[in-house]
């Protein structure tokens, strides 16, 4: 399969690697705005985000590979696809249910593991190591750090960022584009906007959208 990634920072190696590790997969394009005119490194395109519309082609897919959600949602907007040209990615590494269901564009990191009946939502990232338990219902956007662990029956909202080892207990909903601090214990709801951080948490502060 042809794919195009788009973001090259950190987050987009460890995705490249992932992807380089499976034959049946091809990078032909690496593309972000650090870019200002396109080249070619390795037998890879390197070039602004402008580019996909040149190089994208039916039988092409992309994974947006940009850890923070805000950034990665507007550029998911900004592009215009449909859902069917986004790669879910997961690991080999990862344990998903069969029941779990994954939403486009999402990643699942090394040693993650999506237990039963647990819904992901798309673009999302599922990071090394995290646990997303039973019957969670996870929003799209949403970043579950190295680590972290939600039990069952935890949602949340579109955009929430849980930080690396925080635990969030069953049945929390965590509102939408909250963050929860590293290693962080959740035993409340947290509303939508907020950052949330110690064991037990306390909010520290709102949250302005840009
Ligand atoms: C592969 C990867 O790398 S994936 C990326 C994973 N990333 C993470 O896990 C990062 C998670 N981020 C954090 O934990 C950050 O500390 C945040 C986002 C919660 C807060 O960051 P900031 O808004 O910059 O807060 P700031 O550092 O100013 O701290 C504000 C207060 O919260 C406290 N605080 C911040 N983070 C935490 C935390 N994780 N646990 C407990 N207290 C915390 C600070 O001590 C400070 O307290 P004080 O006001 O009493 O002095």
Redesign the pocket.
């Known amino acids: 399969m042809k794919i195009i990634i788009v973001g090259n920072g ?2 987009s190696r460890v995705i490249q690697e992932m992807i380089s590790s499976t034959k049946a997969n091809k990078i032909i394009a690496i593309l972000d705005d650090k870019y200002e005119h396109g080249f070619q490194e390795k037998g890879i395109i390197h070039a602004p985000i402008s580019f996909l519309v040149r190089l994208f082609r039916p039988d092409t897919k992309v994974v947006v590979a940009i ?1 923070r959600n805000d950034v990665r949602k507007k550029i998911v907007k900004g592009l215009n696809l449909l859902p069917q040209h986004y790669l879910s990615i997961i690991h080999p590494s990862a344990i998903v249910s069969a029941s779990a269901k994954i939403g486009y564009g999402t990643v699942i990191m090394p040693q993650a593991v999506i237990n039963a009946e647990a819904e992901i939502g798309n673009h999302c990232i599922i ?2 190591g995290a646990i997303i338990e039973h019957d969670n219902e996870i929003g799209d956007y949403t970043h579950v ?2 680590n972290a662990t939600l039990t069952g029956n935890v949602s949340t909202g579109e955009g929430v ?1 849980v ?2 080892s925080a635990t969030i207990i069953p049945g929390i909903h965590l509102g939408r584009w909250s ?1 929860i ?4 214990t959740v035993i409340e709801h947290i509303p939508a906007y907020s ?1 949330a ?2 064991s037990p948490t306390r909010i ?2 709102r949250i302005l959208m840009k």
């Open positions: 950190g987050h850890g990071n090394t750090s190295p960022h930080g690396s963050v601090g590293a290693g962080s950052k951080v110690g520290i502060e």
